[in-house]
């Protein structure tokens, strides 16, 4: 069981109606390629895993576990 706040459901709901537009169904990634020749698959996870480094670099308070 995971628990999720009020305003990330609101950022995961704005993403599913912008998925919705772009043409993803429900059989895609919740977060698919959006472009290229792998469109609709899943994302390399060295890709999501730079991503979020970089992400935490921008926030010196946070943590990485």
């Not at 895993?49 to 926030?59: I, N």
Request: glycine share 8%; with cysteine.
């Amino acid at each position: 069981l995971c628990g999720i706040d009020r305003t990330a459901l609101e950022e995961v709901d704005r993403w599913m109606d912008e998925r919705r537009a772009r043409g993803f169904t429900d059989d895609q990634p919740l977060f698919p390629v959006v472009e290229g020749q792998t469109k609709g698959g899943p994302l390399n996870q060295a890709y999501v895993d730079q991503v979020a480094a970089e992400e935490v670099a921008l926030c010196p308070t946070s943590t990485v576990p």
